[in-house]
C-alpha cells in the first residue's frame, strides 16, 4: 500500500514538471511564430515541431496509466505470434509471407479507457481484445500491448495508422527476421522514433536460421542500433533473438525459450509501475532532443542574421538622427538673422526708455530717420514723410519676420524628405528583416513614420520652448538696469538741457537770467544739432545693445539645437531598445529552444520516478 502510495506521488510530480516545461516551450516557440514577425526558418519546419509538440502533449497525457507497447515491424516478421507469446493466449492471427495484420488489434485490461489512443484510426479501426487485468498471472496482462500493421506495407492506409500508433505508445519493440533485418523501409521508421521512445529490437524466429546466420544477423542489428537508434541517454536499445512460436507453445510446459525470458525482463523492468514514470521520462526527454536539434538547426542559420539586424538598426537610427542634426545646424544658421530681430523686438518691450525706442527701429527706420534729419532745413514736411515712411516699412518688414519666426516649418525637414533619408538609410535593415520574418518592419524596428514624426517633433518642441520661455528669458536679460542706464542717461541728460535751455529763453527774465548768460538761444539750429546728436548717440547704442543680443542669439540656438538633439538621441535610444528587445526576446527563445533538452534533464533530475 505505502509503495503504491508513492508510486502515485512520484507520477504526480513528473506530470506537474513536465506540464511546466511544456508551458515554457509554448511560450518560446508562440514567440518565434508570432503572425506579425515570424521566424521563416521555423515556419518551415513548423510540422515537424508541432509533431514533436504533440508527442510531448501525449507524454502528459499518459503520465498515470497503464503502460501501453506497441509490436512494429516487416511483413513475416512474426509480431502477431509474438504478442500471443507475451499475453499468453491466442489473440492475434499469425502471417508469415503476407501482410496479414490489416488493422491494428489492441490488447487492453478491460474497462480501460482507449479512446485517445485510438483517436483518428476510424478508417482503419482496431481490434480491441479486452481482457481482466491479472487473470493470468502474466506481467504483461496489466498492459495494453498493440499488434501493429506492417511497417513494409504497400498500404499508405497502414503506415499512418503505424506512426499514430508508435506516437503514443511508451515501448516500441521492433520485430524483424532474417528478410526484414536491413529493409530500408523499416530502418527509416524507427529512426523516426529513435531516443523518443524506448526500444527492444528482437530477432524472432531465430530457430529457423543457424547459429552464424543468427550471429551475423545480431551484429547488423547491433550496429544499427549503436549508430541509429541510441536513446536520450546515449544507450543504444537492446537486440534479443528469441522464436515466438517455441515461446507461444511452451505455455504450460515450463519449457526455456532462448531469448523469451530476457525480453519478458527488460519489458517487465520498464513497465512496472514504479518505472513506468521513468520510461516515459525518458520518452518526452528523446523527444525534447528532437526540438532541441531542430532549434540548433534553425539557430545556426538565423542567429546570426538576427545578430546582424541588430547591429544594422542600430547604425540606421544613427545615421538618420545625424542627418537630422545637420539639416537642423543649417536651417538654424538661415534663422540667425529673424531671431536677432525677433529678440530685439522682445527686448525693447522689456525696454521703458530711449533704449527700448532705438531697438524697435531696424535700418529702414534708421535710414529714414537719417534722411529726414538732413532734409529737415529745406524741406521739413518731406523730412517727416520719409521718417514715417521708413518705419512704417520697417514694421512691416519686422511682422513678416515674427510671423515666420513663429513657424518651425523651415526648421523641419518635409516628410518627402525624411522619407527619403529614412528609406536611403533603413535599406539594409529593412531587407534583413524582410528575409527573416517577411516584414521589413519586424522586431520592433523604426517605420518612417514613426521615426519622421519622432524628429519632427523634436524639432517643434525644441523650437516652441524657444519661443515661449527661453525668448523671454534672454529678453529679461538684455534689458537689466546696468544695461539701460547707460543708454538711457545720456538722452535724458541732452533732453533736459535742451528743455533747460528752452526755458531761459522763454522764462529766463523773470529770474534774471538771459539767453547769452545760458550760452546762447535755444534756436531751431540747437535743436537740429541736439537732434541730430541724439539720434547720433541711439544709433550707437543701439549698435552696441544689438552686438550683445546677437551673443544671445548664439546662446538660443544653441539651446534649440541641444535641446533638439537631446530627444533625437532620446529618440534613438528608445528606438533601439524596442528593436534590440524585439530581437533579444527571439534570440533567446530560440537558444532555450536549441538548450531544451539540457533544462529539461536539470528540471527532470529532481524529479525521480524509478521504484528505488
Known amino acids: 500500500m505505502t509503495n503504491s502510495i508513492e508510486n502515485l506521488e512520484r507520477q504526480a510530480r513528473l506530470g506537474d514538471t513536465l506540464r511546466g516545461l ?18 521563416l526558418g521555423l515556419l518551415e519546419r513548423e510540422d515537424e515541431l508541432q509533431r514533436y509538440c504533440c508527442d510531448l502533449d501525449a507524454q502528459l497525457e499518459r503520465v498515470s496509466g497503464a503502460a501501453v507497447i506497441t509490436l ?25 509471407s503476407r501482410p496479414t495484420t490489416t488493422r491494428p488489434v489492441i490488447y487492453r485490461p478491460r474497462n480501460t479507457d482507449i479512446s485517445r489512443l485510438v483517436e483518428g484510426l476510424e478508417s482503419n479501426p482496431p481490434l480491441i481484445v479486452d481482457y481482466t487485468a491479472g487473470q493470468s498471472g502474466n506481467l504483461f496482462s496489466e498492459q495494453v500491448i498493440i499488434d501493429a500493421p506492417d511497417t513494409n506495407s504497400t498500404s499508405t492506409t497502414h503506415h499512418e495508422v503505424v506512426r499514430k500508433l508508435a506516437e503514443r505508445s511508451d515501448v516500441l519493440v521492433v520485430v524483424a527476421h532474417r528478410q526484414s533485418v536491413a529493409e530500408l523501409a523499416s530502418i527509416e521508421f524507427v529512426d523516426a522514433f529513435a531516443g523518443r521512445r524506448d526500444l527492444i529490437l528482437v530477432l524472432n524466429r531465430a530457430d529457423e536460421l543457424s547459429q552464424e546466420a543468427q550471429s551475423e544477423l545480431l551484429v547488423q542489428l547491433r550496429n544499427l542500433a549503436a549508430e541509429r537508434w541510441r536513446s536520450a541517454s546515449g544507450d543504444a536499445p537492446p537486440v534479443i533473438a528469441i522464436s515466438a512460436a517455441r515461446a507461444l507453445l511452451r505455455e504450460g510446459t515450463g519449457e526455456a525459450v532462448p531469448g523469451m525470458d530476457e525480453l519478458e525482463e527488460r519489458l517487465g523492468a ?4 514504479g518505472r513506468l514514470g521513468s520510461v516515459r521520462r525518458h520518452n518526452a526527454l528523446g523527444t525534447v532532443e528532437r526540438v532541441a536539434g531542430l532549434a540548433a538547426a534553425i539557430q545556426v542559420v538565423t542567429d ?38 525677433l529678440l530685439w523686438q522682445e527686448t525693447s518691450r522689456h525696454w521703458d526708455g530711449p533704449g527700448g525706442w532705438a531697438l524697435k527701429t531696424g535700418g529702414l527706420a534708421g535710414l529714414g530717420v537719417g534722411a529726414g534729419a538732413a532734409l529737415v532745413r529745406r524741406n521739413p514736411l518731406l523730412a517727416a514723410g520719409t521718417a514715417v515712411g521708413a518705419f512704417a516699412l520697417d514694421r512691416a518688414s519686422g511682422a513678416i519676420r515674427e510671423q515666420r519666426l513663429e513657424r518651425s516649418s523651415g526648421l523641419v525637414p518635409t516628410d518627402l524628405e525624411l522619407d527619403g533619408w529614412y528609406r536611403e538609410e533603413f535599406a539594409r535593415a529593412r531587407l534583413g528583416s524582410q528575409t527573416l520574418t517577411g516584414n521589413p518592419e519586424a522586431f520592433g524596428l523604426a517605420s518612417s513614420e514613426s521615426t519622421s514624426a519622432r524628429a519632427t517633433g523634436s ?7 524657444l519661443l515661449e520661455r527661453d525668448l523671454q528669458v534672454a529678453a529679461s536679460r538684455g534689458s537689466k538696469w546696468f544695461f539701460r542706464l547707460p543708454v538711457d542717461l545720456p538722452v535724458y541728460a541732452l533732453v533736459g538741457w535742451v528743455v533747460w535751455r528752452a526755458g531761459t529763453e522763454l522764462f529766463g527774465g523773470f529770474f534774471g537770467v538771459t539767453p547769452e548768460s545760458a550760452g546762447g538761444g535755444a534756436g531751431s539750429s540747437l535743436l537740429i544739432n541736439a537732434a541730430l546728436v541724439l539720434f547720433a548717440w541711439l544709433f550707437v547704442a543701439r549698435g552696441a545693445v544689438r552686438l550683445l543680443l546677437g ?24 528606438l533601439a531598445a524596442a528593436h534590440s528587445d524585439g530581437i533579444t526576446s527571439r534570440r533567446n527563445a530560440l537558444k532555450r529552444l536549441a538548450q531544451l533538452d539540457d533544462t529539461w534533464r536539470a528540471r527532470l533530475h529532481g524529479a525521480p520516478t524509478d521504484a528505488s
Not at 511544456?22 to 521566424?39: A, F, G, I, N, S
Not at 515491424?73 to 502471417?95: E, R, Y
Not at 524639432?459 to 520652448?465: D, G, N, V
Not at 548664439?554 to 528608445?574: I, K, N, P, Y
Open 22 to 39: 511544456r508551458r515554457d516551450l509554448d511560450k518560446d516557440v508562440e514567440l518565434l511564430k508570432d503572425p506579425k514577425e515570424p521566424l
Open 72 to 96: 512494429v515491424g516487416a511483413t513475416g516478421a512474426g509480431k502477431s505470434t509474438l504478442l500471443n507469446a507475451l499475453v499468453g493466449q491466442d489473440i492475434a492471427t499469425p502471417g508469415t
Open 270 to 273: 520498464l513497465v512496472a509501475t
Open 304 to 341: 546570426p542574421e538576427l545578430a546582424s539586424l541588430k547591429e544594422n538598426g542600430f547604425l540606421a537610427l544613427e545615421a538618420f538622427r545625424m542627418r537630422v542634426e545637420a539639416e537642423l545646424d543649417e536651417r538654424l544658421d538661415l534663422r540667425r538673422g529673424d531671431l536677432k530681430h
Open 459 to 465: 524639432i517643434e518642441a525644441a523650437w516652441a520652448r
Open 551 to 574: 551673443r544671445l542669439v548664439a546662446s538660443l540656438l544653441g539651446g534649440v539645437r541641444h535641446s533638439a538633439t537631446a530627444e533625437l538621441e532620446r529618440m534613438q535610444s528608445e
